[in-house]
Nanobody, 121 residues
C-alpha cells in the first residue's frame, strides 16, 4: 500500500499563505486522483480539492479562488497552495489518493497522517 506523508502545515496569520506537500512512497496508480481533505475540531472531514492524473481539478466552494492544487507525477508529490487564509481554514489537512468520478474521490487507497494548519487573527 502506498504511504502518504504531508508537510508544510503551521501557524499563520489571517491573510497569509502556506503551501502543503504530500509525498507518496511510490508511483501513484495511473488512474488515481490525489486530494486534500480537512477536518476541524468537532466537524466532519471535508473535501478541499482534488486533482486527476490529467490535471483536472475540483475545489470546495469555500476555497475557490484562494487555494490551488497541483501535482508533480515525476516526484509522486501533490501540493496545496493556500492564499488569503481565513480563521475558518484552521484544521488538520489530510492527503489522500484513489479513483475519482464527478470531481470527487469515490474511494481512498491511502491517507496521510495529517498536518495541522492554524490561522490566527
Amino acid at each position: 500500500q502506498v504511504q502518504l506523508v504531508e508537510s508544510g502545515g503551521g501557524l499563520v496569520q489571517a491573510g497569509g499563505s502556506l503551501r502543503l506537500s504530500c509525498a507518496a512512497s511510490r508511483t501513484i496508480d495511473s488512474q488515481y486522483a490525489m486530494g486534500w481533505y480537512r477536518q476541524a475540531p468537532g466537524k466532519q472531514r471535508e473535501l478541499v480539492a482534488i486533482i486527476t492524473i490529467r490535471g483536472g481539478t475540483n475545489y470546495a466552494d469555500s476555497v475557490k479562488g484562494r487555494f490551488t492544487i497541483s501535482r508533480d507525477n515525476a516526484k509522486n508529490t501533490a501540493y496545496l497552495q493556500m492564499n488569503s487564509l481565513k480563521l475558518e481554514d484552521t484544521a488538520v489537512y489530510y492527503c489522500t489518493t484513489g479513483p475519482s468520478f464527478g470531481g470527487r474521490l469515490i474511494s481512498h487507497d491511502a491517507w496521510g497522517q495529517g498536518t495541522q494548519v492554524t490561522v490566527s487573527s
